[in-house]
């Protein structure tokens, strides 16, 4: 019954975020994976790796993909197809989605507040810090609904970029993760959330 409340709870949490949107904007399509030639396969990869390494006595209820793909307890790949679900879900700017093509997300089942992480594999790595200020500024022009993150942390790992915000220890946990997974992580920004 726990499990059936929550799976209901994280979709309607999901809708919700994506309905923070100006609309649809069209059909979504889940994104296809393509091997990337820095060694990580795609976004959801990237996210897989992060999440199977965290420790199993500081996990918590997660849900991945979009609206159109959902995945229990584990990420899920996020079309780049719809700019509006990107923002409203994962705080990447609309105006910023021709920058990257394949996209996945991890967030907490019962606040995405607490926990939210995305992954974008940019089309051109150059524009990693630009793409990086633009989520960072997005991040701090939210209006947030039921409180707000209290951390965030925008990271580039070869040619993806991760976003993370949510409580401290969840954003300092990810973060720990991440280096743990990949050695060449480089933080571009991270900081406290503004309260919007």
């Not at 996990?59 to 996020?78: C, L, Q, R, T």
């Not at 021709?98 to 995305?118: K, P, R, V, W, Y």
């Not at 070869?158 to 743990?180: H, I, K, M, P, R």
Request: aromatic share 8%; charged share 15%; with cysteine.
């Amino acid at each position: 019954m726990k499990k059936r409340i929550a799976v209901i709870g994280c979709l309607l949490t999901l809708l919700a975020l994506a309905g923070c949107g100006s609309g649809n904007g069209g059909e979504t399509t889940a994104p296809e994976t393509t091997a990337a030639s820095n060694g990580i396969e795609s976004s959801l990869a990237l996210l897989t790796t992060v999440w199977e390494s965290w420790p199993e006595e500081s996990k918590f209820a997660v849900a991945g993909g979009d609206s159109e793909a959902y995945v229990m307890d584990a990420p899920g790949a996020f079309s780049v197809e719809n700019p509006e679900a990107l923002d409203g879900t994962l705080a990447f700017p609309a105006s910023e989605a021709e920058q990257i093509d394949d996209a996945a997300s991890l967030l907490h089942m019962m606040n995405a507040n607490n926990f939210t992480a995305g992954a974008f594999r940019l089309k051109d790595a150059g524009n990693a810090e630009t793409v990086a200020e633009a989520i960072r500024s997005n991040l701090d022009s939210r209006q947030w609904l039921c409180g707000f993150p209290e951390e965030y942390l925008i990271a580039s790992v070869d040619n993806y970029l991760v976003c993370v915000f949510g409580t401290a220890d969840n954003v300092s946990g990810f973060q720990e993760q991440l280096a743990s997974a990949y050695e060449n992580v480089q933080v571009i920004s991270q900081g406290p959330v503004s309260a919007g």
